[in-house]
């Protein structure tokens, strides 16, 4: 079973920045679409960005382009999250997911393979 490890959480002020990563132990994520995903108290979850199995392919959510940027290394067998320039309402539980699939757009019926979480607050 594919277990997925999110790290790099914290708190950080507003302007800062921080770098996510999500890695596999024991498995290989090159076959797999990863996804990044974030929850807020009282709001729905959210992707965030996602990244091609290859990694030549990226999508991001409006209110993150620009600001975000999702990579991956497949010798490290990680994907990544670089956040800059964060805002308070950045504050949120983030997550990274994987499916067994090439491209993003083919993730149909949502991912099947989800970190725990790490926290992120964003706060003077």
């Known amino acids: 079973q594919l277990e997925l490890v999110e790290s790099g959480g914290g708190l950080v002020q507003p302007g800062g920045s921080l770098r996510l990563s999500c890695v596999a132990p024991?498995?290989?994520?090159?076959?797999?679409?990863v996804g990044w995903f974030r929850q807020a108290p009282g709001k729905e979850r959210e992707v965030l960005s996602c990244?091609?199995?290859?990694?030549?392919?990226?999508n991001y959510l409006d209110s993150v382009k620009g600001r975000f940027i999702i990579s991956r290394d497949l010798t490290k067998n990680a994907v990544y999250l670089q956040m800059n320039s964060l805002k308070p309402e950045d504050t949120a539980v983030y997550f990274c997911a994987a499916e067994f699939v090439r491209s993003c757009h083919e993730v149909a019926g949502g991912f099947d393979y989800w970190g725990q979480g790490t926290q992120i607050t964003v706060s003077s």
């Open positions: 990244i091609s199995a290859s990694g030549d392919s990226t």
């Open positions: 024991g498995f290989t994520l090159d076959d797999y679409v």
